[in-house]
């Protein structure tokens, strides 16, 4: 790695580990998830949160839900509702007239995805030369992950959207501690994210978030059972789903008794393999029957890497995956109404815009 890096900065290195999850992080909740289907237990996908009420008589919530995939309203009940929104959750807690000591701060964070040197096996940290921040090299796959910036916004809407001076930050920074030089046609995939950082309601922020923790705050509420959590990160995802149990199963079982579990389980990934890559990825029909994955996009950026790996959404940087982006588009095509000459032609000219 020191080959890598400009030669005032190698003067000396401390070694640190860097914690991962298997596949990807979207994959490590859906396994959370998709291990405890069962009759009692159904997680829906693709549903959006419309609105609903407290039914004080049911001692229930009323949900109201719209599938944004196939279209249709559902409705449904919960004894308990736990927030778990991001950086929607203060939204939703007004929407349903639920308060809260805290509130979030949104920290947008964007990170490139670089063509992989050889020599390059272990992350690496360094300095940010513009703020008081470290940044990141990371080895992923085919690909080095660089980043991540740090910009507070007003409105996580704002934050889904990578900006020129985005990139142009990250290379400046990029070309400041390593050797090799890397042109912005050359960076094979954008990732872009916004950060809840939790925050007493009160409080007023001013200029940088590096401060700000990155622990996750618990707010159950004292008149309705509604929790809301602000905050956290995934090295703390666990600890934070045992705070929450505990106050479930309080809710639940006044008598201390532990809420049923499920044994729902998951059948081994099966796995397929796409043009460009050398690592296998999980076959998209196994997705589709197992996974909930009923879109091209989701299957390419959410349960596989593909999109991440590969240039252009894995359409390659001359087109020459389409032939095959569009076969995996003719496994999605559900209730759409028979087949289309082209079926991965509007992901194309998704990723062309």
Known sequence: ????????????????????????????????????????????????????????????????????????????????????????????????????????????????????????????????????????????????????????????????????????????????????????????????????????RKYDCHGSSLHLTRGHRMHPDPERPWISIYGGKLTACASLVRSVLRVIEGLLSPRGQKARGSDGAVPPVEYDRFPGLTQEVPAASWCLQNEMCYTLEDYLRRRTNIAQWVPRGGLGREDEYHRHVAGLAEVFQIGNGGPVPDPGALYRRKIQH
């Not at 409705?75 to 509702?81: E, Q």
């Not at 929104?85 to 949104?106: C, K, L, M």
């Not at 007003?154 to 990139?167: E, K, L, R, V």
């Open 1 to 200: 790695e020191r080959e890598l890096l400009k030669a005032p900065a190698a003067g000396y290195c401390l070694n640190y580990e860097e914690g991962v999850v298997e596949s990807s992080d979207a994959r490590l909740v859906g396994q959370w998830i998709f291990a405890h289907r069962s009759e009692g237990e159904v997680p829906l996908n693709y549903c959006r949160l419309e609105g609903g009420e407290y039914d004080c008589s049911a001692k229930a919530w009323r949900l109201d839900l719209t599938d944004t995939l196939q279209g249709g309203q559902r409705r449904t009940r919960a004894r308990v509702v736990v927030n778990a929104a991001g950086v929607w959750t203060d939204s939703i807690n007004e929407r349903f007239r639920r308060e809260s000591p805290y509130r979030h701060v949104f920290s947008k964070g964007v990170f490139l995805g670089l063509p992989r040197d050889p020599r390059h096996q272990l992350p690496l940290m360094v300095r940010s030369e513009s703020q008081s921040d470290y940044l990141c090299l990371v080895p992923w796959g085919p690909i080095s992950l660089w980043g991540p910036t740090e910009t507070v916004i007003a409105d996580p809407a704002q934050g889904f959207q990578i900006q020129p001076d985005d990139i142009r930050i990250l290379l400046n920074e990029f070309h400041a501690h390593f050797a090799p030089r890397v042109t912005p046609a050359e960076i094979v995939s954008l990732r872009c994210g916004v950060r809840p950082l939790a925050v007493p």
